[in-house]
């Protein structure tokens, strides 16, 4: 497994998501409890984020952990 690419591969799968449920960075950060610049972060695959933050993200879009971790 390849750290930075699997970064970059969750946030892209959360950016996608979260377009398609038409919500913008501040407001499902603000639903996961984090802030718009560290939402903007993690779709980058600047950063990765807490098991827990993944779990908030994952039910804030109505999806699973493993939908935002396929192909990881």
Known sequence: MDYPN???KAGQNIKLFRL?????QE????????SRSYMG???RGETGAH???YYKLAKALD???ETITKGT
């Open 6 to 8: 699997s970064l970059l």
């Open 20 to 24: 398609e449920k038409g919500l913008s």
């Open 27 to 34: 407001k499902l950060g603000h639903a996961a409890g984090i």
């Open 41 to 43: 972060a993690i779709e």
């Open 51 to 53: 098991i827990y933050v």
């Open 63 to 65: 999806i699973s952990i």
